[in-house]
C-alpha cells in the first residue's frame, strides 16, 4: 500500500480529500482542469488562466507588452470575445496601465480579436486577491490573433511602453479562481475527466494535490510503513482498529466459517517493511465468559504458549514508558508514544520448514466508545541485548487482539495478522494455517478459559505487558 510509484485505483482515489491549490499548482491537473472547464461552458475562463501561465513566463519585455493588450481585449474589455465577469474597479486598474492617457468610454473591441493558448503546465498557487508575483509559468508557447480591432482601442506604439509587470491580471484571475473553487470544482473533482485521469498516474499523485481521509487506510499507513519504531502512536492504533471493525465485503473475503469462528482474508494488499503485496487475515470467535477472564487468560504466558504451540522461546526484553511530547492539545496526538514492551520470540514450524522469530513492539490501550480493549502488535528494531535463535529466519507482523464486550458473560475475540514469514513458504500454505488456527481456537480457547477459572483468572506472568500498557495508557478516544 505505501508503495506510491504504482497506479492509483477507484479506491485510492476514494480515499482523498483534494486541494483547489494544489491541482492548479500541478501541471497534470491543471491541464485535465483547464480541458473540463472547456467542455463544461466555462471556455472563458480555461483560456484565460491559461493565457495569464503564458503570460507570466515571457521574458522578452516588447512581447510581453503585445500579450498584455491581446489578453484585456480578449478577456476584459467590453466587448471581449471571452469576456469573464469582473467588476468595475479591478477593470479599472488594469485599464490605468494599459491605457492611461485613454478614458474608459473609449475603449471598444471587434468581437474578432482573440487569444488563444494552449498546454500551459503551471498556475497559480493561491486565491488571494492581492497583487503578489512570482506565479508560476509554463513551458509552452501560446499563439496570438488579432484581427480588424477598432481602431478606437487598437494597441498603442508599443515602444511606448518599457514594460508591464508580470502579476498585471493577478487581481483579475483570483476572482476567476474563486468563482472555479465555489462553483465548479467540486463537479470537477466527482468528474469521469479527473477520476479517468488520475487512473493513468502513480498514487503520488494523490499525496501530491490531496491528503488522506481521516477514515482512509492510507492516513495512518503511512506512519507504519518502514516497521522499525518501538513507538506506537494514536495513528497506529486507529489503522489496527479499522482493520478489526471492517465488515464490509468489498474490503474482506470470507475464507472460512463455522459454527463457533469466521475467518476472513482482506482483499487488498499492503505493503510494510521490505514486504510486497501481502494480505491481513483475522478471525473473530465469541466465547461465554467476561471480557476480564478472558483477557486474563489470554495474557498469562502459560496460557499464551498453549494457545498457540508452535511458540518456541520466548524473551521479554525492556519497557518503554508512556512518554507525552506535547502539551497542546491542538497539536497532533501522534505527539504521544504510548506505553510498549519489546518483546522476541521464536516459533517451530515443523520439518521440513526453517524455524521463524519476530522481534516485535506490543501496546495495549482501552477503547472508549466500545469499552473494549485492543492489543496491537508489530515488527520493531532493537538495540538492546538479547539471544535470538541460531538459524531462525526474522520475519515481519503486524497486528494484534481485540477483546468485544458482548454483554457481562459473552466476549467477542478477534485476531488480526498481517504476517511475512519470508523464506519460501507458498502463500497458499500460509493461508491454510490461517484456516485451521481460527478452525480450532474456540474448542482450544474454551478448553484453558475453563482451566483458568478454576485458577481464578489470575494473570500470574503478563509476558507482554499488555495489562499494564493499558493501565499505563489510560483510555483513548479514537
Not at 76 to 93: M, V, Y
Not at 121 to 127: A, H, K, Q, V, W
Not at 277 to 298: D, H, L, R
Amino acid at each position: 500500500m505505501n508503495n506510491k510509484s504504482r497506479l492509483a485505483t477507484l479506491t485510492d482515489f476514494q480515499n482523498f480529500d483534494y486541494h483547489f491549490e494544489a491541482v492548479l499548482d500541478n501541471a497534470g491537473t491543471f491541464d485535465c482542469l483547464t480541458k473540463y472547464l472547456e467542455t463544461s461552458l466555462n471556455k472563458e475562463s480555461a483560456q484565460f488562466l491559461k493565457a495569464l501561465n503564458d503570460y507570466r513566463k515571457i521574458k522578452f519585455e516588447k512581447k510581453r507588452v503585445e500579450i498584455s493588450f491581446d489578453i484585456y481585449k480578449t478577456f476584459i474589455a467590453d466587448n471581449a470575445p471571452q469576456q469573464i465577469n469582473l467588476n468595475g474597479s479591478i477593470k479599472k486598474k488594469i485599464e490605468a496601465v494599459l491605457y492611461p492617457l485613454q478614458q474608459k468610454s473609449e475603449l471598444k473591441v471587434d468581437n474578432t480579436s482573440s487569444v488563444s493558448s494552449t498546454n500551459s503546465e503551471s498556475s497559480r498557487s493561491s486565491i488571494d486577491s492581492d497583487n503578489s508575483t512570482n506565479s508560476s509559468s509554463s513551458n509552452n508557447k501560446s499563439s496570438v490573433s488579432n484581427n480588424n480591432t477598432d481602431s478606437s482601442c487598437s494597441s498603442p506604439n508599443v515602444g511606448y511602453y518599457k514594460s508591464f509587470p508580470r502579476n498585471l491580471y493577478d487581481e483579475a484571475e483570483s476572482v476567476v479562481l474563486y468563482n472555479l473553487k465555489e462553483n465548479h470544482f467540486k463537479q470537477f473533482i466527482d468528474s469521469k475527466d479527473f477520476l479517468n485521469y488520475v487512473q493513468t498516474q502513480p498514487v503520488q499523485l494523490l499525496f501530491d494535490i490531496g491528503t488522506p481521509k481521516e477514515s482512509s487506510s492510507l492516513c495512518f499507513v503511512e506512519n507504519l510503513s518502514d516497521l522499525k519504531s518501538q513507538y506506537w502512536t494514536w495513528s497506529d492504533f486507529k489503522f489496527l482498529k479499522q482493520k478489526f471493525l471492517e465488515t464490509d465485503e468489498k474490503e474482506w473475503e470470507m475464507i472460512s466459517k463455522g459454527s463457533d469462528h469466521k475467518c476472513f482474508m482482506s482483499k487488498e494488499k499492503f505493503e510494510f517493511g521490505d514486504c510486497e503485496g501481502t494480505p491481513f487475515f483475522k478471525f473473530e470467535i465469541e466465547f461465554p465468559y467476561g471480557i476480564a477472564e478472558v483477557m486474563n487468560t489470554m495474557f498469562e504466558l502459560e496460557y499464551l504458549k498453549k494457545l498457540d504451540p508452535n511458540i518456541d522461546e520466548t524473551q521479554f526484553i525492556k519497557y518503554n514508558p508512556k512518554e507525552v511530547l506535547t502539551s497542546n492539545s491542538d497539536l497532533s496526538q501522534n505527539m504521544t508514544h504510548f506505553a510498549s514492551a519489546v518483546v522476541y520470540e521464536s516459533f517451530k514450524l515443523g520439518w521440513p520448514i526453517t524455524d521463524r522469530d519476530f522481534l516485535s513492539s506490543v501496546s495495549a490501550v482501552h477503547l472508549k466508545k466500545e469499552n473494549a480493549y485492543m492489543m496491537g502488535k508489530k515488527t520493531c528494531e532493537c538495540t538492546e541485548t538479547y539471544k535470538p535463535k541460531k538459524g531462525a529466519i526474522r520475519s515481519v507482523c503486524l497486528g494484534g487482539w481485540m477483546f468485544l464486550p458482548m454483554g457481562l458473560k459473552k466476549t467477542k475475540y478477534i485476531q488480526l495478522y498481517f504476517l511475512d514469514f519470508k523464506g519460501k513458504i507458498p502463500r497458499g500454505l500460509v493461508e491454510d494455517v490461517y484456516k485451521k488456527r481460527a478452525k480450532g481456537f474456540y474448542k482450544l480457547g474454551m478448553k484453558y478459559l475453563k482451566e483458568s477459572e478454576k485458577k481464578g483468572f489470575v494473570c500470574k506472568n503478563d509476558f507482554m505487558k499488555c495489562l499494564k500498557s493499558i493501565d499505563e495508557n489510560g483510555p483513548v478516544d479514537l
